[in-house]
């Protein structure tokens, strides 16, 4: 079947420090990988995605690269703010449904 | 423009009371969705709408009732609810069915 497996969380790191967060894959066909970031008392809002193997997402810093040969979609930033701390989704959707991973919790301190 | 709206923000009700959820999209998308969220999961499919019918339902207890009036607007119909119903209610939607999904702030609903 499909499925989204995440770092476990929750990780906390200082403001400027790299980011990595793991997101490995299981899926038939072909999927869409997707990062999702939920702050605080809101919805999801879509980080990035990539729609092919090799391609790459990025946006307000954060990048992703769809690789096929070791099915991930790690989600990196070189220097994480304050205001990055929230919940970050990995999801997939290989048969027209979001598959989401559990989620990991990222705090950042000043 | 990529703005999906949701009311209310937040949603009080009794476990004897009738009470809708509205989502609504003004970007012509012709999917929509209704997810559950519990706190510190992900959320958890409910309902889809693939041009305005109903095209998933996973197994939602019959006091969730859905509804698409129209292309842009979704309610999702409460009655009788029980406690453990209490969570984020998350309207999403995508240009066509399968598509980028773009979510709203949701509904946080407690269930006294």
């Known amino acids: 079947g499909n499925s989204v497996t995440q770092m476990e969380g929750p990780v906390t790191l200082s403001e400027e420090a790299f980011l990595t967060i793991n997101c490995t894959y299981t899926a038939t066909g072909y999927p869409s990988l997707f990062w999702y970031v939920q702050y605080p008392g809101e919805g999801l809002q879509l980080l990035l995605k990539a729609t092919k193997a090799d391609d790459k997402g990025s946006n307000k810093g954060f990048e992703a690269t769809y690789r096929k040969e070791t099915t991930s979609f790690h989600l990196e930033k070189g220097s994480v703010q304050v205001s990055d701390s929230a919940v970050y989704f990995c999801?997939?959707?290989?048969?027209?449904?979001?598959?989401f991973g559990s989620g990991t919790q990222l705090t950042v301190l000043p | 423009d990529t703005e999906v709206t949701q009311t209310p923000k937040h949603l009080v009700m009794g476990m004897t009371n009738k009470k809708s959820l509205k989502c609504e999209q003004h970007?012509?998308?012709?999917?929509m969705y209704w997810y559950k969220q519990k706190a510190k999961k992900p959320p958890e499919l409910m309902f889809v709408?693939?041009?305005?019918?109903?095209?998933i339902n996973e197994s939602v207890p019959s006091r969730f009732s859905p509804e698409c009036p129209n292309s842009s607007l979704l309610n999702l119909h409460l009655h009788a609810l029980q406690p453990e119903d209490s969570a984020l209610y998350l309207c999403?939607?995508?240009?066509?069915?399968?598509?980028?999904?773009?979510f709203g702030p949701g509904t946080r609903l407690l269930v006294l």
């Open positions: 999801a997939l959707n290989p048969a027209r449904q979001l598959t």
């Open positions: 970007m012509g998308h012709r999917a």
């Open positions: 709408y693939s041009y305005e019918k109903l095209s």
């Open positions: 999403a939607s995508s240009r066509l069915p399968g598509e980028t999904q773009y």
